[in-house]
């Protein structure tokens, strides 16, 4: 059975509020605030936090084609900052179907042995116990999720997986060959837009719990959120290559 991430994480974000149910928190109340948000007049998060969001609201809104030398540099940089010993490989493909063709040329053994993506959530910020600093954070969440279109974005890098299930052929053994593939190819991607949002609730969490502006754990955040800003959808991870996809309107 192919593994729906996006499931996953609409599963997890549940959980999420159901706990702040439990704290009171007028979770229903959300979404209707974030239509529109006025971020820039919001005191509840941090100014850092803030602009953010604000930059979340342009990212669509610009007419330049995504800047794949300043990604690349980004992503070095990130890379390094990470403790890589070797600066990754990295291979662009033009669209999310032509990354998931060459994947799918790994074969299912190779995939397998591939492991999951981490290359963009090697840092991860402390967990307060503090309600209201984690209602801050997930509302920060929620914000970004909605500016940075994560859910439109889920629905694009699914397509070339469900494409390649509906056109299996309908032998027992070749559909279930096709399904086991696209899980594991499932499970080496990164939703820019989706790391980019967590990035913004991260640095809201890391600021309310002492981290410095300047501080390492910062800007590795920072970095997450310009990759996607810079045009960057999405990425793959093999032994060989980060395998990367730019940015397209959804």
């Not at 850092?48 to 669509?60: F, G, H, K, Q």
């Not at 299912?108 to 309600?131: K, Q, V, Y």
């Not at 501080?215 to 810079?230: G, M, N, P």
Request: proline share 4%; glycine share 6%.
């Amino acid at each position: 059975m192919e593994i729906n991430r996006r499931r996953l994480l609409d599963n997890a974000t549940a959980a999420v509020a159901t706990a702040m149910v439990g704290r009171g928190v007028n979770v229903f109340g959300i979404g209707s605030a974030l239509a529109g948000p006025d971020t820039s007049t919001s005191c509840r998060w941090h100014p850092l936090t803030r602009s953010l969001l604000e930059r979340a609201r342009r990212i669509d809104r610009g007419c330049g084609a995504p800047d794949r030398y300043q990604v690349e540099q980004t992503i070095r940089q990130f890379a390094d900052a990470s403790g890589y010993v070797k600066p990754p490989v990295i291979k662009w493909m033009n669209t999310p179907t032509d990354a998931f063709d060459h994947l799918c040329q790994f074969g299912l053994n190779a995939l397998l042995e591939m492991g999951t993506a981490r290359f963009w959530r090697r840092a991860r910020p402390p967990i307060s116990d503090d309600d209201e600093t984690f209602d801050r954070a997930f509302e920060a969440r929620m914000t970004a999720n909605e500016l940075l279109g994560v859910d439109e974005h889920g629905r694009l890098l699914m397509a070339p997986k469900l494409r390649a299930k509906s056109h299996a052929v309908s032998a027992d053994g070749e559909i279930f060959r096709v399904r086991a593939v696209s899980a594991q190819i499932g499970w080496l991607e990164t939703s820019m837009a989706d790391v980019a949002a967590e990035a913004v609730s991260n640095v809201e969490l890391l600021l309310s719990t002492g981290a410095p502006e300047r501080s390492v754990a910062i800007d590795h955040q920072l970095k997450i959120f310009e990759s996607y800003e810079r045009g960057l959808l999405a990425t793959w991870e093999t032994p060989d290559a980060l395998i990367c996809v730019q940015r397209i309107k959804v």
